[in-house]
């Protein structure tokens, strides 16, 4: 069975940085995709960034230039690091993994992490 455990969420100030990892197990690391996710009360879960087996990342338009996903697959982790943050990225976060790249990239994939809190203060 794949587990997926976030871990580096906290409070940041406004223009503040984080880096998020999820540590994956259970599964071949390297034959999965990998997405990360959030949800804030009141709104939908919404697709941050993705990457695929080979690297291929892909972002949401609000996040560009700002978030970056990356893996690295001697530790079985993939990372987002968040720069320039707002308060409006203040969610949880979650971390999201399947075989089948279309479905991290869109809905989210058969698995899941439990989240990590992100909150961002001005």
């Known amino acids: 069975q794949v587990q997926l455990v976030e871990s580096g969420g906290g409070s940041v100030q406004v223009g503040g940085s984080l880096r998020l990892s999820c540590a994956v197990s259970?599964?071949?690391?390297?034959?999965?995709?990998y997405g990360w996710y959030r949800q804030a009360p009141g709104k939908w879960r919404e697709v941050l960034a993705a990457i695929s087996t080979g690297g291929a990342t892909d972002y949401a338009d609000f996040v560009k230039g700002r978030f970056t996903v990356s893996r690295d697959n001697a530790k079985n982790t993939v990372y987002l690091q968040m720069n320039s943050l707002k308060p409006e990225d203040t969610a949880v976060y979650y971390c999201n993994a399947d075989s089948q790249w279309l479905r991290v990239a869109t809905t989210g994939g058969d698995y899941w992490g439990q989240g990590t809190q992100v909150t961002v203060s001005s």
């Open positions: 259970g599964s071949s690391f390297g034959t999965m995709s």
